[in-house]
């Protein structure tokens, strides 16, 4: 039997996506661990930063199942779940609007436009906490946790040694951190790398990577109003817009990553 599945990508950052509504590909933890490995790897495999299954689900119009490359369960993935709406469109799934629901509980997206093989899209992501400062780091969870560190000249950074010094520091190195590099290119755009977890190495993109950079840039500089930023990365540009929390709130209300997701291939997977 073979597997079909489609290759998207969100500004860089690539998954395998497939169409499990009949849960026909339901295996035991160490098979799809062994499978998701062999399939993300880019030498032996197709390639990807992740794979996601869609399924049905009772309390949306569908469910994203997320894993890493290393075979093991993910936590929210934004630029996979902007992917997940996009090949939910394509399946005819859903239309302009949709509800899912992911690891974290319910998301909401928006198709802001579609051109052949692309489209834009607006996900909601799920109440992100507060930024905490730890040392000279803000910490922030969207869906996953996240490290964001300021710099300047971050082209020139080596993101790769950086970023794995951090993520296996103690009190790290058990759960993993993803860890974003963060440079202001002006007060309203900022340019984020990203090492993340799972993938273990610097990615093109992370969607909840940016989101938090976002956040914690507002923080940063101290906004209280209304918040967008224009995020450059090494895949592509997103757009992150958030309504600031009122205290007592601890969590923000309104979180919106905007950004594209393309269709890069579809194939089948021998099995």
Not at 219 to 235: L, N, V
Request: with cysteine; charged share 25%; glycine share 10%.
């Amino acid at each position: 039997m073979a597997i079909d599945f489609c290759k998207f990508h969100g500004t860089g950052n690539d998954f395998i996506l497939i169409d499990d509504r009949l849960q026909s590909l339901i295996m035991d933890p160490s098979l799809i661990e062994k499978l998701v490995r062999g399939w993300c790897d880019r030498h032996l495999g197709i390639g990807a930063d992740g794979v996601i299954f869609l399924r049905d689900s009772p309390e949306g119009d569908f469910e994203m199942v997320f894993y890493n490359p290393d075979g093991k369960p993910g936590s929210m993935c934004g630029n996979g779940g902007r992917c997940a709406v996009a090949f939910a469109e394509r399946l005819g799934m859903i239309h302009e609007q949709t509800s899912f629901v992911a690891v974290d509980g319910k998301h909401r997206a928006t198709i802001e436009a579609k051109n052949a093989h692309l489209w834009e899209i607006s996900l909601s992501l799920n109440a992100p906490s507060r930024p905490v400062m730890e040392r000279e780091y803000f910490l922030v969870n969207t869906g996953s946790p996240h490290l964001v560190v300021f710099t300047k000249n971050l082209e020139k950074l080596a993101v790769e040694t950086e970023g794995r010094l951090i993520r296996n520091s103690d009190p790290y190195i058990r759960e993993g951190i993803n860890v974003n590099f963060v440079e202001f290119l002006d007060p309203d755009t900022l340019f984020v790398r990203t090492f993340e977890r799972g993938v273990e190495g610097e990615t093109l993109s992370c969607g909840t990577g940016v989101t938090a950079a976002a956040i914690a840039a507002a923080e940063y500089q101290g906004r209280k109003q209304a918040t967008a930023f224009d995020i450059r990365t090494p895949g592509g540009e997103l757009r992150v817009s958030f309504i600031h929390p009122s205290p007592p709130r601890e969590a923000y209300p309104e979180v919106w990553l905007r950004g594209p997701a393309r269709l890069v291939y579809t194939g089948q997977i021998p099995h």
